[in-house]
Nanobody, 124 residues
Framework: QVQLVESGGGLVQAGDSLRLSCAAS????????MGWFRQAPGKEREFVAA????????YYVESVKGRFTISRDNAKNTMYLQMNSLKPEDTAVYYC?????????????????WGQGTQVTVSS
């Protein structure tokens, strides 16, 4: 089992940067594909990025490519999302999640463990 706690959200202006962290407890973090999702008010939860267990493979939704970078430190049981050039449309609650099922990495159903979320608000 994995417990996840996000941090690093906040209120920023368009063009600013934020780094989100996801601290994990449990023995399976280093062997799990991890993901970041976000959910804006009135919208469905949306895939943002994912990273393989070793960190060697990364996936991004098209809208954040070139602006966001996902990374992980297995020695610290922590995953990160560096967000640069933020836009108002990036405003959402951001969740980290640990993948455990055989669905595609973009599918929320693939992730059994979720954090509580951290709010990111980007003003124009």
């Amino acid at each position: 089992q994995v417990q996840l706690v996000e941090s690093g959200g906040g209120l920023v202006q368009a063009g600013d940067s934020l780094r989100l962290s996801c601290a994990a407890s449990g023995r399976t973090f280093s062997t799990s594909t991890m993901g970041w999702f976000r959910q804006a008010p009135g919208k469905e939860r949306e895939f943002v990025a994912a990273i393989s267990a070793s960190g060697g493979t990364r996936y991004y939704v098209e809208s954040v490519k070139g602006r966001f970078t996902i990374s992980r430190d297995n020695a610290k049981n922590t995953m990160y999302l560096q967000m640069n050039s933020l836009k108002p449309e990036d405003t959402a609650v951001y969740y980290c999640a640990a993948k455990s099922a055989a669905y595609d990495y973009m599918n929320p159903k693939a992730y059994a463990y979720w954090g509580q979320g951290t709010q990111v608000t980007v003003s124009s």
